[in-house]
């Protein structure tokens, strides 16, 4: 899908396609989490965190070809750009995990957690 409208610069690009898709991703497995796990009058099914979050969101990032992409450009002589795809996309990664849950319980007017309205 993502990588037939931003294709690769070639073998040594930084891989912005899977970087997005991964960091988007990640976005929405933070919005998912607070939902199910505060947004609610009564508890989810048992069975929906692991399908919407392990499955569905963890089928959309693209964690693996993180890998393959990290391994291909240091096949490609760029290791410092391989170590700031590593190190950027994780950050990037967590970050939004959290600007996900945080906008969230803004959004839903849940207490975030660590913010002006106190510790959650």
């Known amino acids: ?22 960091v988007a991703g990640c976005a929405l497995i933070g919005v998912l989490m607070v939902l199910i796990s505060e947004g609610g009058r009564t508890a989810p099914h048992p069975l929906v965190r692991p399908f919407a979050g392990v499955g569905v969101l963890g089928g959309f990032t693209t964690f693996s070809t993180y890998a393959a992409d990290f391994s291909r450009l240091l096949d490609a002589g760029e290791a410092g750009r391989a170590l700031a795809y590593a190190g950027l996309t994780l950050v990037a990664a967590l970050g939004a995990v959290g600007a996900g849950a945080g906008l969230t319980r803004l959004a839903t007017g ?7 309205r106190g510790r959650a």
């Open 110 to 116: 849940l207490p975030v957690r660590g913010g002006p």
């Open 1 to 22: 899908g993502a990588s037939l409208l931003w294709p690769a610069a070639g073998p040594g690009a930084f891989p912005w396609t899977t970087f997005w898709t991964n």
